[in-house]
Nanobody
């Protein structure tokens, strides 16, 4: 059974950086595309970014382009989200999610497995 565990969240000032990690277990990571979503209180879950099985393809939400970078290390069973130039509006619980490697998508309903989330808070 696939399990995803996020870490790396915390409190940071606006303009700062954080790196989130998503550790994957239970299957072979290279068989899956991985996405990051976020959800702020009172808001729907929002797509952030996705990365293909070998890291060769990525997809970003317009709101994070140029500030966030997704990467993966299949040998370490880990996917990363480097977040720079953070803004207060980036405050949310961040989730990683996995789906079989058949194309990148921003649709949360197409992801089969989800982590428990990690809180990111950006102060102004």
């Amino acid at each position: 059974q696939v399990q995803l565990v996020e870490s790396g969240g915390g409190l940071v000032q606006a303009g700062g950086s954080l790196r989130l990690s998503c550790v994957f277990s239970g299957r072979t990571l290279s068989d899956y595309n991985i996405a990051w979503f976020r959800q702020a209180p009172g808001n729907e879950r929002e797509f952030v970014t996705a990365i293909g099985w070998n890291g060769g393809s990525t997809l970003y939400a317009d709101s994070v382009k140029g500030r966030f970078t997704v990467s993966r290390d299949n040998a370490k069973n880990t996917v990363y989200l480097q977040m720079n130039s953070l803004k207060p509006e980036d405050t949310a619980v961040y989730y990683c999610a996995a789906k079989p490697a058949m194309g990148l998508t921003a649709r949360p309903a197409l992801y089969n497995y989800w982590g428990q989330g990690t809180q990111v808070t950006v102060s102004s």
